[in-house]
């Protein structure tokens, strides 16, 4: 039992790293808001979530910039707690010789790097598909997204 949560802490911690890529910088565009589009209050948001993750040491950290009601700008990153290492693409280092968790590292690298900009092209987070193999850092996502739009909300 002991032996899974740690491979399991492991794996989101690795998810966590990749996310620091994506950190670094904010995609910046006009954009248009579909009419169904909730608009929030422009200004600078950051939320932090470890979503359903409550007995793992992995936080997503989100930065939201909105402009005119709409995202402008989106970072977000995995911290791995413990380890005090941000997850990237090379967390994987972490599970040498479990194929299995290694894949799932990348496929969750994947879904830290390509949230936020599926988010800032569609404007909806209801259209933001989780990647396939990476729905841990979706969820983290959708879940940091939140806390951070709390006091965004019009």
């Known amino acids: ?44 948001y950051e939320g932090k979530s470890r979503a359903s993750y409550t007995d793992e040491p992995f936080w997503g950290i989100i930065k939201v910039k909105i402009e005119n009601g709409l995202f402008t700008g989106i970072s977000f990153m995995v911290r791995d707690s413990n380890l005090h290492e941000t997850f990237d693409g090379n967390y994987e280092k972490h599970f040498t010789g479990n194929q299995l968790y290694i894949e799932q590292s990348r496929n969750d690298w994947k879904g830290v790097q390509n949230y936020p900009k599926k988010l800032l092209e569609s404007q909806d987070i209801r259209k933001v598909d989780a990647v396939t193999g990476a729905t841990w850092s979706y969820n983290i996502f959708r879940a940091s997204l939140e806390e951070a739009l709390k006091s965004a909300n019009k």
């Open 1 to 44: 039992m002991k032996t899974a949560s740690i491979a399991i802490s492991a794996i989101l911690f690795t998810l966590i790293t990749s996310v620091s890529a994506s950190h670094r910088s904010f995609a910046s565009e006009t954009r248009v808001a579909p009419q169904d589009t909730v608009r929030y209050k422009d200004g600078m």
